[in-house]
């Protein structure tokens, strides 16, 4: 009796009671992580893609989401509203092309890549930004470098091209990571509509852990296998998930729909899924680039 008046005295002096410590201990466990997808993309139609994705991460993985899309339609280059809320993100996911934002919208970028926060990338994200030599800017045509380990732009010196659209891409775990958290559950071999993108010789940069080889299938020119997903440590120090899949035809796909949830989990540095929650219903078009 003695003891328990004694913890009673303790629990009310400190102004702690079993009801305080429960809502202490609920609070932290409904403080869901936020994930904001920062989509603008003449071809892919990502702001259609990306949003389905947000969806089911809300829905069946317990995740905050945002979705910013370029505005007034997908085909502005100089204007995503919204990005203040990469200031709150505990991951930015970015499916970007070609953009030419204005110095303030560029701040928030900067400042998420700066905070060592997790960055993750599709596609044409290599060659996000599209500034005139010699602008202001220009350096952010190097993005997909300096935040994803991939090439620094479509072309120059690092050739980074692709195989012809009339091509598709077979795909396959590199066997070394066959036992890779964010390959459980992926097909050990599968095809994607994307046509393979060439990052090597120089990309991605030494020091990332490639995930997955691409063969290029019916190429309109003389191709090698290129990695098509890999993991690292940018420029930043912070951690890296980039895959050169994308192709709206690829979300459709049970094994690249794994491999995205799967790599959003990584990225914020949780247990990667065991159950999957079920294939995600996306049909979403693909657009010629104008």
């Not at 995503?80 to 970015?94: C, N, Q, R, S």
């Not at 970028?109 to 993750?120: F, R």
Request: proline share 7%; glycine share 8%; hydrophobic share 40%.
């Amino acid at each position: 009796m003695k003891k328990f008046c004694v913890c009673l005295l303790f629990m009310v002096s400190t102004g702690i009671t079993s009801a305080g410590l429960l809502f202490a201990q609920s609070s932290k466990e409904i403080k869901k992580p936020l994930v904001v997808f920062v989509t603008g993309d003449h071809e892919y139609s990502s702001e259609e893609t990306m949003p389905l994705v947000a969806a089911a991460l809300e829905k069946d993985y317990g995740m905050k989401t945002i979705v910013l899309k370029a505005s007034p339609d997908y085909n502005s280059e100089e204007n995503i509203p919204g990005l203040e809320a990469l200031k709150h993100a505990d991951l930015a996911v970015f499916f970007l092309r070609w953009r030419r934002l204005p110095p303030e919208q560029l701040a928030y970028i900067d400042a998420y890549l700066k905070s060592g926060k997790p960055v993750m990338g599709f596609r044409t994200t290599t060659h996000a930004f599209h500034f005139p030599e010699g602008h202001a800017s220009e350096k952010w045509n190097a993005f997909g470098e300096f935040a994803l380990n991939a090439p620094p732009g479509w072309g120059g010196a690092a050739k980074h091209t692709h195989y012809g659209h009339e091509s598709s891409t077979d795909v396959r775990i590199i066997p070394e990571q066959a036992g890779n958290p964010i390959l459980t559950g992926v097909a050990k071999n599968f095809h994607v509509r994307s046509w393979l993108y060439r990052v090597l010789p120089d990309y991605p940069v030494k020091g990332s852990t490639w995930l997955l080889m691409g063969k290029a299938v019916n190429p309109d020119k003389e191709a090698i296998q290129n990695p098509v997903a890999w993991t690292g440590t940018n420029a930043f120090g912070g951690r890296v998930f980039m895959t050169t899949l994308g192709h709206p035809e690829d979300f459709s796909q049970e094994p690249f729909q794994r491999l995205v949830i799967n790599a959003i989990h990584y990225e914020l540095g949780l247990k990667i899924p065991r159950k999957w929650k079920g294939k995600m219903n996306i049909q979403v078009p693909y657009r010629e680039a104008k």
